[in-house]
């Protein structure tokens, strides 16, 4: 099985910024997918940022060139670097990643954060 749990989120104002984390653990021979999601109250998961092994970064137009997202390889870590956040930046942020087990794909989550960006 493999585990993702976040942190960082909380309450920020806006302008400010946070760093989210996200360590994966468990039994994987590898990782290809790495990303970021939220949701808000009464809307639809949406990507927020997401790179694959040897590919481009995505980002939608809503948070590019504000968030940036990274990975630590040696650590399993993935990171969201969220700055200049605004209160549409509120939601619930989750981490997934594409898992390989037994030469299977599987698809991963994280329990989610809290982001709140509030004055």
């Known amino acids: 099985q493999v585990q993702l749990v976040e942190s960082g989120g909380g309450l920020v104002q806006p302008g400010g910024s946070l760093r989210l984390s996200c360590a994966v653990s468990?039994?994987?021979?590898?990782?290809?997918?790495m990303g970021w999601y939220r949701q808000a109250p009464g809307k639809q998961r949406e990507l927020v940022a997401t790179f694959s092994s040897g590919g481009p970064t995505n980002y939608p137009d809503s948070v590019k060139g504000r968030f940036t997202i990274s990975r630590d390889n040696a650590k399993n870590m993935v990171y969201l670097q969220m700055n200049n956040l605004k209160p549409e930046d509120t939601a619930v942020y989750y981490c997934?990643?594409?898992?390989?087990?037994?030469?299977?794909?599987?698809?991963?989550w994280g329990q989610g954060t809290q982001v709140i960006v509030s004055s």
């Open positions: 468990g039994s994987f021979s590898s990782i290809s997918t």
């Open positions: 997934k990643v594409i898992a390989t087990r037994s030469a299977v794909s599987y698809q991963y």
